[in-house]
């Protein structure tokens, strides 16, 4: 899927206030953190940013939603035969691989377990990201994002997802997050009617 001159670049503009205000919150902390900061950092003005995020806190969580996005178009992209499960899971690998990508998803996410104020804001683009992931796994899958398979499988991955992560934050050694990434995925995979 192509995309205008214009909305690459408001793309891009939204990334980037994103970008700079989750660097600026992990520097300083949220509460010293203000729209004139992040705005100037992301080299626009602050109505410009007020045209894409309601608040500083919505901009911290952005890169869940542009990772979402970021997760379908790859899943899109993926065999249409393989199945579900193990396309998310080539995909997952994946994203935990590019290092710029990681290490900004885990400066978040270690940002939103220090700053309670953020966990509105993350829940509300978990929402977002499950909504697209729904309507991706849909499509690879001939259903109707209003049947169960495609919205809960979703709503498992992302779960699976926010697991892994915070597991993987909360141990002391910090193994390989891909490794965790995988052991949630055979579970998903394998069913949860029985513990391992």
Do not use: C
Not at 77 to 83: K, L, T, V, Y
């Amino acid at each position: 899927m192509t995309t205008g001159l214009r909305e690459r670049k408001k793309l891009r503009t939204r990334r980037a206030l994103g970008a700079a205000a989750l660097e600026l919150a992990v520097a300083h902390g949220l509460a010293d953190v203000t729209v004139e900061q992040i705005a100037e950092a992301a080299d626009v003005s602050p109505r410009t940013f007020f045209n894409y995020f309601s608040s500083k806190e919505e901009a911290v969580v952005a890169a869940d939603v542009e990772r979402a996005r970021d997760m379908g178009e790859r899943l899109a992209e993926r065999p249409a035969g393989e199945p579900v499960l193990e396309s998310v899971r080539a995909v997952m690998r994946e994203m935990v691989g590019d290092a710029p990508r990681s290490r900004e998803w885990i400066a978040q996410a270690r940002l939103v377990r220090s700053e309670p104020t953020l966990v509105p804001q993350q829940l509300a683009a978990y929402v977002a990201a499950e909504a697209h992931l729904t309507a991706i796994i849909a499509e690879r899958t001939g259903r109707s994002p209003q049947d169960l398979y495609p919205a809960v499988t979703a709503a498992a991955v992302m779960a699976a997802m926010r697991v892994a992560t915070t597991r993987w934050l909360e141990s002391d050694e910090h193994g390989d997050l891909a490794a965790v990434v995988d052991q949630v995925i055979d579970l998903l995979a394998g069913g949860l009617s029985r513990a391992p």
